[in-house]
């Protein structure tokens, strides 16, 4: 049984643009590339070739990963959840105990993570401990160094 790949519409939706974009844009203009490269000639020498074959082969596996991700998507649906409990394609804001400046994260599917968007994922250490936790919970989040106490606040 293949592997699924939990995230939310939005996640699903970026996945299918990101997708699109791959094999009608990224796709042709490194197949134009590698026509212009192998018109110089000698392709032993061609360092423009081999980018671009390079490139054309980082594309092929791109759109591989993401029709596969695509295929096995399993959509959260957060219906059955209880507002304010932590769960895949919620926003958490916690509070580290004893302190006063709230963190704010999503929780999304690997598919979808960007830690730099506040985007984390569901596999995450943090995610795996707040996750099925509930506003005015108190839980220890590991750390590569040690942990932390947080105080969930707010579920949305």
């Known amino acids: 049984m293949e592997k699924t790949f939990p995230m939310t519409k939005e996640g699903l939706d970026k996945l299918k643009a990101e997708l699109e974009n791959l094999k009608l844009v990224k796709r042709p203009e490194v197949i134009d590339r590698i026509k212009v490269a192998r018109s110089y000639g000698d392709l032993s020498e061609n360092s423009e070739y081999e980018a671009a074959k390079d490139e054309q082969a980082f594309i092929e596996g791109r759109i591989s990963t993401v029709e596969t991700m695509i295929r096995y998507a399993e959509i959260v649906d957060n219906a059955k959840i209880a507002k304010d409990e932590v769960a ?48 005015g919970d108190i839980v220890d989040v590991p750390l590569p160094v040690g942990e932390m106490t947080v105080k969930i606040v707010k579920v949305d």
């Open 88 to 135: 895949l394609g919620k926003n958490v804001t916690f509070v580290e105990v004893g302190e006063t400046d709230e963190e704010s994260y999503q929780i999304v599917g690997t598919a979808e993570a960007d830690p730099f968007t506040g985007k984390i994922s569901n596999e995450s250490p943090i995610a795996r401990v707040l996750i099925g936790k509930k506003v």
